[in-house]
């Protein structure tokens, strides 16, 4: 056993063992929700249609007050918390069992439905069944895991003992649930494509290496689905979306994992226009089913996300905050030199443009708002502008200074396409693998329609719709660093990098 499993609770477990009383039985019960016998109680003045009636419920209990022939303790389920009371004149036989129970017991409790004196809703036990014997004790005072770091570590305990935890992934699995339901009115078809890719290709980011033994050949988990996506537009499937987990051998900060869920579409005879509004109606349908408003509340400020969003081009929110044009190279060298970003001579211009835009203009663009027209060498996969051949028709959107949609309208001439990829792969960081993606230009030399295509952070919106500060507090299970043996670094230190 670790060392949480508390001695006195082993004790009980050889108890109940030594008198043939399984503390892990096999069979559960069947039991109603806790929210529904809540909804049935009704209230003091109105009682419920369920008041006086049997119920059977299961769940865990947080602590017992034990006031000698009388037991409360408090019982959680997902859908909610009642309390549970046991008194010796219900529970006959039972009752010295009371003795082997501790908070974080996982107990089935089958009996009347009724109030305490004091009015609060109770299950008044005739039967309790332990289903399973917690060996570590549960936080104490059930205020929950209060350190961070431990809180992210043990989300198996975070969820029932931190209050509105569970309600934070809840919403996060019902904006996945709407924002397909959203798709598929508007004719869109849900597909799976490749977690691991042959080639790096769809973004430009650092991979994850792998190896299959059986082809002797390297293999990178996905960076994002973008070209496969395509693909099936090509083989005319005209509308297709995927909720594609994505992975990317990068830093970790409060907007970044190094796993990480997209929401990536694809549409036929649309392009990056198509896309805005496609995006600033979900958005808010998504604010008014999650949230039961148009504006909502994130980190403090409001913003209202009601359609449509403000655009705004990219040379013009630039010459705005830095006063002198995108295109000034002497001008983006100094400025970024000055910010202390890496501004030597053989520092790509292209890259250093846009780092300099993340630091001068990205965190200030409060929004919603689309940011447009982004410099061609910044978009290898869009269509550049027939009005500008010096930009690209391509959007991010922002909100609270976080990056939550791209898209495009997406480029579908096969030299042209062949022609930028290899100028990407000429640009790469050496250490990254890269090589031009042979096939997906075979596969636009069939032919692919006009097309618009975007990709939304489903991690990033579930925290603007939860108001929560990091992305690990939308995310089940974070990557975190692993904890040495003998301890490891505090909480402070492991996620100072998020601030």
Known sequence: MTELAHPDRLAKIAALRSEGKDPYPARGVDCEPLERLIAGGGSVEEPGPLIGERVTAAGRILGLRDFGKLIFAPLVDRSGRLQVGMQKDRLGDWWPDRKRLDGGDILAVTGELGRTQKGELT??????????????????????????????????????????????????????????????????????????????????????????????????????????????????????????????????????????????????????????????????????????????????????????????????????????????????????????LKADPKTDFWKLLAELFDVTVEESLTGPVFVTHYPVPLCPLAKTDPQDARFAERFELFIAGMELANAFSELNDPQEQERRFEEQVASKDPEVPGEVDIDYVQALEFGMPPTGGMGIGIDRLAMLLTDQPSIRDVLLFPTLRPQPQGGGPSSEQEHAQEK
């Open 123 to 340: 299950i008044w036990a005739e039967e309790v069944q332990l289903l399973s014997k917690a060996l570590a004790p549960p936080p104490e005072k059930w205020h929950g895991l209060v350190d961070i770091e431990q809180r992210r570590r043990r989300r198996y305990v975070d969820l029932w003992s931190s209050e509105s935890v569970s309600e934070v992934f809840i919403k996060r699995s019902r904006l996945i649930s709407i924002a397909r339901r959203f798709l598929e009115e508007r004719g869109f078809l849900e597909v799976e494509t490749p977690t691991l890719h042959p080639i790096v290709g769809g973004a430009a980011a650092r991979p994850f290496t792998t190896h299959h033994n059986a082809l002797g050949v390297d293999l990178y988990l996905r960076i994002a689905p973008e070209l496969y996506l395509k693909r099936l537009i090509v083989g005319g499937l005209e509308r297709v979306f995927e909720v594609a987990r994505n992975f990317r051998n990068e830093g970790i900060d409060a907007t970044h994992n190094p796993e990480f869920t997209m929401l990536e579409l694809y549409q036929a005879q649309a392009d990056f226009r198509h896309m805005m509004e496609l995006s600033e109606t979900l958005v808010e349908e998504l604010a008014v089913e999650l949230t039961g408003s148009k504006t909502i509340t994130y980190r403090g400020r409001q913003f209202d996300l009601s359609a449509p969003f403000r655009r705004a081009r990219y040379d013009e929110l630039f010459r705005e905050k830095n006063g002198f044009e995108l295109d000034d190279e002497p001008a983006v060298r100094s400025k970024a030199a000055e910010l202390g």
